[in-house]
């Protein structure tokens, strides 16, 4: 179901749902979402029968892994998608041996990511237009995670 993105079309998709979640349904301008890290980023691109349904990238910055623009479709939430989604993308990052993870949530996912070992760090700031919150997760054990990651609901 997810697997890291390696050609253009694959890339293509994970555009198509960031573009669907963030540019329709969230009014994300487009040059905000589409910030120009595209290319040095890791992404990760969910299919359900080769239909495009979540996305979310990886950026490597010294010492940490930045989890961005994690989009699920609306059709497929409620579904664990959310949480495969994010472990996969946990995963991503730890083969790479990083064990430091940073995200930008947005809060009315900040349960979904305290549930998943997340931290808040900080104070809620405005990205674009939409309250966020900064989280931190260090890896201790990801077979430890995967049990916490599977029992919460996506965002």
């Known amino acids: 179901m997810f697997r890291i993105v390696t050609t253009q079309e694959e890339m293509n998709k994970a555009f198509a749902v960031r573009a669907i979640v963030f540019g329709e349904e969230q009014s994300c301008p487009w040059d905000v979402d589409f910030d120009g890290q595209d290319l040095s980023a890791v992404h ?20 940490y892994v930045k989890l961005e623009r994690l989009a699920v479709r609306k059709a497929f939430r409620g579904k664990d ?23 930008h949530a ?18 809620p700031f405005l990205e674009a237009g939409i309250e966020h919150q900064l989280m931190v997760w260090q890896k201790r054990d ?14």
Do not use: C, H
Not at 81 to 103: D, P
Not at 147 to 154: D, V
């Open 44 to 63: 990760v691109l969910g299919e359900i029968e080769g239909q495009p349904i979540a996305t979310g990238r990886l950026r490597f910055l010294g010492e």
């Open 81 to 103: 998608i959310g949480k495969k989604l994010l472990q996969t993308m946990l995963e991503a990052g730890a083969e790479r041996g990083f064990t430091v993870f940073k995200l």
């Open 106 to 123: 947005q809060v009315q996912t900040l349960d979904f990511y305290r549930k998943a070992g997340f931290e808040a760090r900080g104070n």
């Open 142 to 155: 990801l077979s430890d995670q995967t049990t916490t990651l599977s029992s919460q609901a996506p965002p």
